[in-house]
């Protein structure tokens, strides 16, 4: 219980900063005009800084395990990310088609945004201080994994929500947080990490710290934005579906793969992390560019992470007894 009790309130101190971004919207003292600005220097300053900070400077080789290369140990990660989220895209994908015309989920436009954000679990802003606080040794392959889930959801996520699927690899080709991801693998597997300015290591730390509040605050403002649109009294059948899909069938699927395959470097931690993550975010964004269905959308985001402040604490106890993590 008191386990319980702290992994709650680590869950709801994280989800009060995505309020206080709401709360600010609200007030008016963070404008929609800031939106895109904020939004580009998290992706072109911050988060390079915080992948330079704890990837290149890391302690912890990136081949702990035993008879595991560097380059091995980086590319498991990506690949695991990459596989678990397209697997969140089958599943909802399957589920929606044959059941969701049962519940009123018929139109195309709807099924695909519901398909878009029930797929991909919050990745980075919710399960990243999660991790630092319980899983110190799994921040790096998080990290590490996060470049799969990105791949996928620039690819197979784009082409579920837009049906086209070339402007999303081109995000992944010219993506800054890739590129920097990538520089911070290598300087860490090559050593030479010691060779970097301290000043530069403080800047990047410094920097890196405020990408996570920043980027939760942004979404909070963002969900207050199309709060309005919801009509939460036809929320029904898209939430119960959605929690089905991503509070119960995926974190089953993930500890099971986590439980079956032996995973070096601290991936079933990463693999507990992200079966207990509600919806991420930022596909709000996404379907609001592709004219998907924004109050869907709303309702599978907001929803699922609401019901995380008690699913999450759930699901790694649950895992942690599951997989015999300490």
């Known amino acids: 219980m008191n386990e319980f009790a702290l992994i709650a309130s680590s869950v709801t101190g994280v989800l009060l900063v995505m309020a206080t971004g709401a709360l600010a919207r609200w007030l008016g003292w963070l404008s929609s005009a800031s939106d895109r600005s904020l939004s580009v220097m998290i992706a072109n300053v911050l988060l390079p800084a915080l992948f330079l900070d704890r990837i290149a400077s890391s302690e912890a080789s990136l081949a702990a395990a035993e008879g595991t290369t560097g380059i091995m140990a980086s590319l498991l990660p990506p690949v695991l990310g990459f596989c678990c989220t397209s697997l969140g895209y089958v599943l909802a994908w399957a589920i ?8 009123g989920i018929v139109d195309p436009v709807t099924q695909n945004t519901f398909v878009f954000t029930v797929g991909i679990a919050n990745y980075g802003y919710l399960p ?74 403080k800047a990047a730390s410094s920097l890196g710290q405020c990408a996570i509040p920043v980027g939760l605050m942004l979404s909070g ?7 309005k649109d919801v009509q939460w009294s036809r929320a029904i059948p898209t939430l119960s579906l959605a929690f089905t899909i991503r509070l119960i069938l995926l974190p089953i699927a993930f500890l099971s793969i986590a439980r079956t395959v032996r995973l070096p470097n601290h991936l079933d931690e990463v693999l507990l992390l992200q079966a207990s993550m509600p919806a991420a975010s930022f596909p709000l964004v996404i379907a609001r560019h592709y004219h998907g269905d924004l109050p869907t959308a709303l309702r599978v985001i907001v929803g699922t992470s609401i019901m995380g402040l008690v699913t999450i604490p759930i699901w790694i106890v649950i895992g942690k007894q599951v997989l015999g993590i300490p």
Do not use: C
């Open 96 to 103: 929606v088609k044959t059941v969701g015309p049962f519940l």
């Open 128 to 201: 990243l201080p999660l991790a630092e606080q319980f899983f110190p040794a799994a921040v790096v392959p998080l990290l590490i994994h996060n470049v799969g889930v990105d791949i996928a959801f620039w690819s197979l996520g784009i082409l579920v929500i837009s049906g086209d699927i070339r402007n999303g690899w081109k995000r992944v080709v010219y993506s800054p947080p890739i590129w920097a991801m990538l520089v911070a693998v290598m300087i860490q597997i090559s050593g030479l990490s010691s060779w970097l300015p301290t000043s530069l290591m």
């Open 221 to 227: 403002a963002i969900i207050v934005d199309h709060w």
